[in-house]
């Protein structure tokens, strides 16, 4: 296999499984075989390797000596301290959406599914709304149009967090939780900076302190 194919080959592992463990496909504390994976793959075990080393280093999964890798398992303090650490990347990314006059009509579309998701017939779809919930956020950094910027949030392992915070959250909180995505949208639309990374970091640091009080209780 050429070094071209190879690269490439591991960055399709690697994204797959990054892919999954946001989502919550792969929830924390699962472990991942070199041997099963490289089934999945139809490749050897090299790549499959060389990409778990890389979700080892941008903190997705941790291997453990004579034992494996698994999906790392955050407790409460972490996903604390990674929601204090994305507040103010997203503060920064609004500003610069208000700055460059960014088109919103992605977010406010995501926005929309998500409302249909609440007002849904039947069970709540958590999974589907905790998903969407991500790719809301990924997209309003990524309206910043720095790239340093989005590739740093990229590599927050974020899906577990959004999913978790999902979970915990009744109807009258989901719809609290939508009004404030569209206060964000609106400040973007209005070129309002101030108030967008002021309210972005009133938006996040809510749930820093659900899982600061998770943490204690716990």
Sequence with gaps: MSDILSSQLIDHIYDTLRDQIRNGLLPGGTKLSENTLAATFSCSRTPVREALKRLDQDGFVVTIAHSGTYVKDLTMQEYQHLTEVRAYLEALAIRAACEQHADTSALEKILDTMDDLIEGKG???????????????????????????????????????????????????LKKT?????????????????????????????????????????
């Design 123 to 173: 069970p709540f779809q958590v999974q589907a709304f905790s998903e969407l919930h991500y790719r809301f956020h990924l997209e309003l950094v990524a309206l910043a149009g720095n790239d340093l910027l989005t590739l740093t949030y990229s590599r927050l392992n974020l899906g577990e967090a959004a999913l978790l915070f999902s979970q915990t959250l009744n109807k009258r909180g």
């Design 178 to 218: 939508q009004a404030e995505h569209r206060k964000l949208v609106d400040a973007i639309k209005n070129h309002d900076q101030k108030e967008g990374e002021r309210f972005m970091l009133a938006h996040l640091w809510r749930k820093r302190n659900q899982f600061k009080k998770e943490d204690q209780e716990g």
